[in-house]
């Protein structure tokens, strides 16, 4: 792990997102909770909510950190066949909270494909990235292209 122990602690925030990319009737599925495995979108935000503070224990040499603040919002767009997945994570440390939100938005992602599979195998996880980070010396970062 990089040494951080003089850094100074500030408020740490990270928003990444992400999509699944699926069959209209898919999408209908979700939308009235009629899969097998349940309620799609509250299950995969509880996922996503687990694995961002499980982060350390998935990426290697990646800080253990306290997190103050985990928001994650999943949305189903049926004419569009998708779920759009967005996490934000706050903290207040020494290292940033990129790939604990990173995590949250992939965990979710392949959470929506395992509880779809039996209705549509052809599903594509799509676009996940990081929007933008506060916090740190090396300042702040929005993307440009969302």
């Given at each position: 792990?990089?040494?951080?122990?003089?850094?100074?602690?500030?408020?740490?925030?990270?928003?990444?997102?992400?999509?699944?990319?699926?069959?209209?009737?898919t999408a209908a599925l979700i939308a009235r909770q009629?899969?097998?495995?349940?309620d799609v979108l509250h299950t995969a935000r509880i996922a996503g909510i687990m694995a961002a503070?499980?982060?350390?224990?998935?990426?290697?040499?990646?800080?253990p950190?306290?997190?103050?603040?985990?928001?994650?919002?999943?949305?189903v767009d049926v004419d569009q066949g998708v779920v759009q997945i967005e996490a934000t994570v706050r903290s207040l440390g020494r290292t940033g909270v990129e790939m604990e939100?990173?995590?949250?938005?992939?965990t979710a992602a392949l959470t929506v494909y395992d509880m779809c599979k039996s209705a549509d195998k052809g599903m594509i996880l799509s676009d996940?990235?990081?929007?933008?980070?506060?916090g740190g010396k090396s300042g702040p970062f929005i993307r440009k292209d969302t």
């Open positions: 792990m990089v040494d951080v122990t003089s850094k100074e602690a500030t408020v740490r925030e990270a928003t990444a997102s992400g999509k699944v990319l699926m069959s209209r009737e009629g899969l097998p495995k349940g503070k499980k982060t350390p224990e998935l990426i290697p040499l990646c800080h950190l306290e997190l103050t603040d985990i928001d994650l919002r999943l949305s939100a990173l995590t949250a938005v992939s996940i990235k990081l929007l933008s980070k506060i």
